[in-house]
């Protein structure tokens, strides 16, 4: 079966301090992997697809397909920045999440 | 704008009634819409994908009997929790795919605001 692990249940950086998110997937098949960020009192957000292969707010993600791995980094975090990260893999739609990654970033 | 609806925003309810929330894609046509589910500081787990004109699809351990899912319309999805407890209080998501051409890849997913239920 499909799992995405997000190893960190929380991830605590000083602002301007770099970030990474970590984030590894078993699949089978082609993966289409996501990154979605949720902040408080709001609906999840699409943050990166890995084929899009954009740079959202400073954030971007490279898809490793030898370690199996789609962490999410940003060379100088923000105080904005504090959420809810998910990485997730999805098929035709669907999407199997990781159990996600809070990230604080204190002043 | 949004462009995945939900209704209600949070509902209260008491143990043994059932309550229906509803997803709605805005704009566009959904063949598929999918429902997740999201306790307190945990993760979304799906749920089911709800197949316009047939029946929905569950994920292991999703009892289809307690949640009960119609869609009968490209743009209107329901989830129906059926009796009611009060460990079935949870948020519940439901998302959309916008199909933008013939390539897979090209599946823009959007997800509704979410529904608080509450079970008293």
């Known amino acids: 079966a499909q799992r995405v692990t997000q190893p960190e249940k929380l991830l605590s950086v000083f602002k301007g301090a770099p970030v990474e998110l970590k984030c590894n997937y078993s699949?089978?098949?082609?993966?289409?992997l996501f990154w979605y960020v949720q902040y408080s009192r709001q609906r999840l957000q699409l943050l990166l697809r890995?084929?899009s292969r954009e740079s959202i707010k400073g954030f971007t993600a490279d898809l490793n397909k030898g370690e199996t791995s789609f962490h999410l980094k940003k060379p100088f975090a923000q105080e904005e920045d504090s959420a809810m990260y998910y990485c997730?893999?999805?098929?035709?739609?669907?999407?199997?999440f990781g159990q996600g990654t809070e990230l604080s970033v204190k002043p | 704008g949004a462009v995945v609806s939900q209704h209600p925003s949070w509902v209260i309810c008491k143990s043994g009634t059932s309550v229906k929330i509803e997803c709605r894609s805005l704009?566009?046509?959904?063949?598929?819409m999918f429902w997740y589910r999201q306790f307190p500081k945990q993760s979304l787990m799906l749920m089911a994908t709800?197949?316009?004109?047939?029946?929905?699809?569950?994920e292991q351990g999703v009892e289809k009997d307690k949640f009960l899912i119609n869609h009968a319309s490209l743009t209107l999805s329901t989830l129906t929790v059926t009796s009611a407890h009060p460990e079935d209080s949870s948020f519940y998501i439901c998302?959309?795919?916008?199909?933008?051409?013939?390539?897979?890849?090209?599946?823009?997913?959007?997800f509704g605001e979410g529904s608080w239920l509450t079970v008293v």
């Open positions: 709800s197949n316009e004109g047939s029946k929905a699809t569950y």
């Open positions: 997730a893999w999805g098929q035709g739609g669907k999407l199997i």
């Open positions: 890995h084929i």
């Open positions: 699949y089978s098949g082609s993966p289409e």
């Open positions: 704009d566009f046509q959904a063949t598929t």
């Open positions: 998302s959309a795919s916008r199909v933008r051409g013939r390539l897979h890849s090209g599946n823009t997913i959007y």
